[in-house]
């Protein structure tokens, strides 16, 4: 739960990966997270100045999940070896649920648990020329611990989006695919579908 919630916060920060493949013709992945961070951060601080509440903090940072995320991806990633056992509406609706779910765990808590984060980047490693890169990163919090996140990203038509995120160590996608594994092994593909729809029925009853 400590990591998730660290991941909760350093994701919402990137929330902007996403460019145009003009842009990404310009500028290198790291350039453009450490600009969209400043931004995100920016707007997180005059939400708060303003007295804006969780609510409608909340509807600031709505949609962003689409926006950085390449879900396809992370979907696939995320069951593993089991993804092939999904019919085909099967992945689509796992990969709405899952986005849903992620969107749901973290709005929510980046409002709750945001306040003088400071983002400092490292270097940038890349795993596959043009196509996959590492950015690595330390989060700064105010309590003065440190956490060390980096954020791999793929190159897809030209648009950089994220796709895993580590944090001291761990993957986030490797996580939940432990998760998944686990849950897939006693179960179908549908009953996993519908565990995590009822999930999701529970976090938006809960707002």
């Known amino acids: 739960m400590k990591n998730l919630m660290k991941f909760i916060i350093c994701t919402a920060l990137v929330c902007g990966v996403g460019l145009g493949s003009a842009l990404a013709q310009t500028q290198d992945p790291k350039a453009v997270i450490e600009n969209k961070v400043n931004e995100v951060i920016t707007m997180l601080d005059e939400a708060s100045a303003q007295g804006l509440n969780a609510a409608q903090k909340t509807a600031k940072l709505e949609g962003i999940i689409y926006e950085v995320f390449d879900m396809t991806e ?11 056992k999904f019919s085909d509406a099967e992945k689509k609706e796992f990969e709405e649920l899952f ?8 709005l929510g808590t980046i409002v709750d648990q945001y306040k003088d984060v400071k983002i400092v980047f490292g270097k940038t490693v890349e795993l596959k020329p043009n196509e996959v890169v ?16 980096s954020y791999r990203l793929s190159n897809k038509s030209g648009q950089w989006l994220v796709y895993d995120v580590i944090i001291e160590g761990i993957s986030f996608i490797k996580n939940y695919r432990d998760q998944f594994r686990d849950l897939l092994a006693k179960n179908t593909p549908a009953q996993l579908l519908d565990t995590i729809r009822r999930k999701n029925l529970e976090n938006d ?3």
């Open 99 to 106: 986005a849903e779910m992620l969107e749901d765990i973290y």
């Open 205 to 207: 009853t809960g707002k």
């Open 134 to 149: 590492e950015i690595f990163s330390d989060i700064n919090f105010s309590d003065g611990k440190k956490t060390p996140v």
């Open 74 to 84: 992370m979907s696939k990633r995320a069951l593993g070896a089991n993804y092939n």
